[in-house]
């Protein structure tokens, strides 16, 4: 019951800052103050109104905001976000943009369950929607999700991902973010051994964390310093009456969103400080370079407790899928099974979160697999946001991928991006 109640202080705290925000904005705003200007009363409604949204949208998942699309035609087509596979923990989900023919390069983006909703990559779905039809795993809050629907930890990621595969068929391009690239290599060495049809034709890895120990960053050090005990009495809280999962042991996402915060906290603290400022003066809006990113940014979920625990002890801590010793179902995957599957990696040579050399250790588990069918690439000057979603992804690292899966689908896809008309230029909005 202590977890509980411990859940729910932190619900408080949260709420009570975002009463305290309103409640100063609506004072220092009050007409009669207008009588008698002073910067002060300006400072303190800005932080008023800053501190409000800032916690206000801790609780709220963001929308995706993908809306239209300019097709050939010159014309803006709608984009219909549709539920391709529904389960308890997370749906397969497609951007399907109507009036348009279905782009021959089918793609599935594997978002990360660490903290954070699939909408963190809504800059990257938005520019592979260009040239491809875009389908990504939607990953639901862990509160939400009523204690009947039962567990949710690394092998039951891994079976999500494998039913996702067979849904789309072989012709499908895999790309894995962060987080879930080793269970998403997992999962396609299952379905080598148990459904080799089922197949995807390319599988991209991107920043993610194949093998921890090859290069240690703060976050591998923290999971080989604490012990599994440690964590589950320090992280692990049970959800509150407030939502549908209470009573389901979750890792909170404000705690998480805690750890996020502390690694880079001077900056943070100097952005929050900045935007007040702005404010105050008039000159921040809703949808300024500040608060695009801190409503994705802030906006967090919980994860499952039998998950974020798995997920230290059997990725991180024992290594198992760096060993080649990962077990789903009963079944010991072997990743040298892997065989026909383009595997290419992705890293940032300023990652500090999974640093470069851990992502790609996947290609030398890929015993089965030819010379000629691994790819790797470092990007330069780039961090772990922007090998996905940056600069670095948008001039440099997404050409290459559609590149690479060009020359591994058989008959190439024509890029529609390269016979678009002048008009054409923003293709999605």
Known sequence: ????????????????????????TAMASYPVFSMFPNPGLQWMAAWGAVTERTFKRMTVKPDWGIRTFTCEDGRDHLVNIETVVERPFGDLIHFNVTGRTPNPRKVLLVAPMSGHYATLLRSTVKSLLVDCEVYITDWHNARDIPVSAGKFDVEDYTLY???????????????????????TLAATAYLAEQDPDAQPLTLTLIGGPIDPDATPTEVTDFGRRVTMGQLEE?????????????????????????????????????????????????????????????????AVMDMTAEFYLSTVERVFKNREIAKNEFVVDGHKVDIGKITSVAVKTVEGANDDISAPGQC???LDLCTGLPASKKASHLEPGAGHYGIFAGRSWRDNIRPLVLAFIDANSGAPAKSTSKTKKPANKNAAA
């Open 234 to 298: 320090t992280m692990i809280q049970r959800v509150g009456f407030k939502y549908p999962g209470v009573g389901r042991m979750v890792y909170p996402g404000l705690l998480q969103l805690a750890s996020f915060m502390s690694m880079n906290g001077e900056r943070h603290t100097q952005a929050f400080m900045d935007q007040i400022t702005r404010a105050s003066k008039g000159e921040a809006t809703d949808h300024d370079a500040h608060n695009r990113f801190y409503d994705e940014y802030l």
């Open 1 to 24: 019951m202590r977890y509980m109640v411990t859940y729910d202080l932190m619900e408080t705290a949260r709420n009570t800052n975002q009463w305290l925000g309103a409640t100063a």
């Open 360 to 362: 790609v250790a996947a």
């Open 161 to 183: 991902l494998v039913d996702f595969m067979r849904e789309l068929g072989p012709d499908t391009h895999v790309i894995a973010v962060c987080q879930p690239a080793p269970l």
